[in-house]
């Protein structure tokens, strides 16, 4: 025994091992060095160390338990939207059919990632050459978008009805095997940026079944009153929301979410190909330096909202005014100000009684997610989520951010 040891020892100055043996040996929590001058054995007759010759002998010094290193959150440790999603589901929050209907809006959310990076390569930048149902320009890349969205949903079998800014109607799902949620989402917010390779993103929210009113539609683009009325009574106001987010496309892809619970924010990680959790319970400041207003239409505006523009401008007595920032993307601006705190504004005027952003698809979910946020989602008069749609793309103004700021322009509009 004494030769063996002896034969590995003068292989190397210094041998290192642990033990889980018996008490008058090191315990598992200590790491002993042995000096190339000393020998040990370990007589079967007995369980203590016998020193053979000279030397410095045993030396030991703790290192963490395996129960120590439960608590260490390993730096190769990540929390992945799938599994995050689970986790709600054990927990109770969510049922495993929204856990579905969440998952494929993810899956839409990268494979749109992707087209918009590939836009100018494919040959999806510009216009398509049709008209959506507000008049406006269709760019190729809302077509394809659009078409990925609702394929991922159909595909779910979890999606009761759809409903989306470039549809002209609601679309009932025929292959949905349980849950019926209904879903309502941009496809893609900020089009009109993509040939400049500015942020755009996507936006949605879900809302439960409503079994006593499911119409079937179809494809079928023409509804009689009965079924418009209908689907307006299954698009409820945001009040009802189950959950709500939207995914940035810029320089990172960015998916946000909140299931009622606090909101949360995952990046794609392109090495995984997956959404990673990054912030969570991200709350919005209170108040901040930072408005955001295209004020390209500030003629167009009414005098109480120019008055409350030009305070804004006015360094008063800190001797600094507020800060100017405007991408001309809902989800890129709104980002911001979720982070920094501050206003998004998109007001009516002379030209848009209403403004232009759709209270089913935009100002809704993202009202929802503020207020998770701790912020304030407001039409300038009353709560967002307040609001019950009268018909599916109905617009309304939009005030949005830190609620100090937010309260501070009603007051203006008062």
């Known amino acids: 025994m004494v030769a063996q040891a002896a034969a590995i020892i003068t292989s190397s100055s210094h041998l290192l091992f642990s033990t889980s043996r018996s008490l ?52 190769f440790e990540i929390q992945t939207l799938t599994g995050w999603l689970l986790k709600q589901e054990q927990a109770g929050v969510i049922d495993a059919e929204l856990t579905i209907v969440i998952s494929s809006i993810s899956m839409a959310c990268k494979q749109i990632a992707s087209l918009v990076q590939r836009a100018s390569i494919s040959n999806l930048t510009g216009v398509q050459g049709a008209v959506n149902i507000q008049g406006e320009d269709q760019k190729k890349l809302d077509v394809v978008s659009n078409e990925v969205f609702s394929s991922c949903l159909r595909s779910s079998g979890r999606t009761g009805i759809i409903a989306s800014e470039e549809e002209d109607v609601p679309v009932a799902v025929e292959e949905s095997y349980s849950g019926n949620y209904i879903v309502v989402f941009d496809p893609l917010d900020g089009s009109s940026n993509i040939d400049a390779a500015v942020s755009t993103g996507s936006i949605f929210g ?190 309304v103004p939009l005030y949005i951010g830190s609620v100090e700021e937010v309260e501070k322009l009603e007051k203006y509009l008062a």
């Open 206 to 395: 879900i809302y439960s079944p409503n079994d006593e009113c499911l119409a079937d539609i179809g494809d079928d683009s023409t509804l009689d009153q009965t079924e418009q009325r209908c689907i307006v009574n299954v698009c409820q106001p945001g009040n009802n929301l189950l959950v709500a987010g939207y995914c940035m496309y810029s320089s990172s892809v960015i998916f946000v979410l909140t299931i009622g619970k606090g909101v949360f924010s995952f990046s794609l990680d392109p090495m995984y190909g997956e959404f990673v959790l990054t912030q969570e319970n991200i709350q919005i400041p209170k108040a901040g330096k930072i408005y955001s207003f295209n004020e390209g239409n500030y003629q167009l505006w009414d005098d109480k909202l120019k008055k409350y523009i030009d305070d804004l401008k006015d360094p008063g007595p800190s001797g600094k005014p507020y800060s100017a920032r405007y991408i001309g993307s809902l989800v890129g601006d709104f980002h911001r100000t979720l982070l920094y705190g501050g206003i998004y504004g998109y007001p009516r005027d002379k030209k848009s009684k209403n403004g232009k952003l759709r209270l089913l698809y935009e100002c809704a979910p993202m009202s929802f997610i503020v207020e998770q946020a701790g912020g304030k989602g407001s039409d300038g008069h009353q709560r967002v989520l307040d609001i019950t749609p009268t018909e599916i793309h109905q617009r």
């Open 24 to 75: 008058s040996r090191p315990s598992p929590s200590q790491l002993c060095v042995f000096d190339s001058k000393t020998l040990v054995s370990y007589p079967n007759s007995t369980n203590t160390y016998k020193k053979k010759r000279g030397g410095d002998g045993l030396k030991c010094m703790a290192v963490s338990t395996a129960s120590d290193a439960k608590t260490k959150k390993s730096t």
